[in-house]
């Protein structure tokens, strides 16, 4: 999943769409209007260096609601309750001398998850951005965090993350 973590203009005035109506169908179960209390979006702005291999810090807890998510603002590692969470991340890094390639994934109780792995190549010095996503089913608390795979200590900046519990 492409992030613009560096300009947020995203173009969408020249984007056509066409939408096509079908025959109703039957009426459906009632359901019900449930929003997640459950969330957070939490973020490191300015640079922070980071380790191969090291925990990204986030600085901020710009929205922390509910009791399902725990995290001490500064900290990489953000707690979870039981349940079943969706999490959207983007980060942006400037490339270290001698690399090519800028690196992180989404780690769930201390472990990479390798679907969550994301690289954007440059030149060194350049600043490349990138993120992903996962629906992560604790069956057990546990605790997730975001790591730097790039090669050399690395600066990160613009590191968003957004957890929210869908049950």
Known sequence: MPCNCLNNNWNIRNRRVLVVNGPTGATGPAGSNVISVNNAY??????????????????SNNVLNGTSITHN??????????????????????????????SMALYLNGIML?????????????????GGNAILQLDA???????????????????????VRLR
């Open 114 to 130: 390798p679907e969550t792995a994301v690289l954007e190549s440059g030149n060194a010095g350049d600043t490349v951005c990138f």
């Open 141 to 163: 608390s546990g605790n997730t965090k975001l790591v730097n795979l790039t090669s050399g200590d690395t600066d990160f900046r613009r590191v968003m993350l957004t957890i």
């Open 73 to 102: 603002t500064g900290d990489a590692i953000v707690n979870l309750d039981i349940g079943t969470y969706i999490v959207n991340f983007c980060a942006c890094c400037t490339l270290p001398v001698g690399q090519t390639v800028g």
């Open 42 to 59: 939490l973020s490191t702005y300015g640079p922070v260096s980071v380790a191969t291999f090291g925990d990204i810090p986030l600085t």
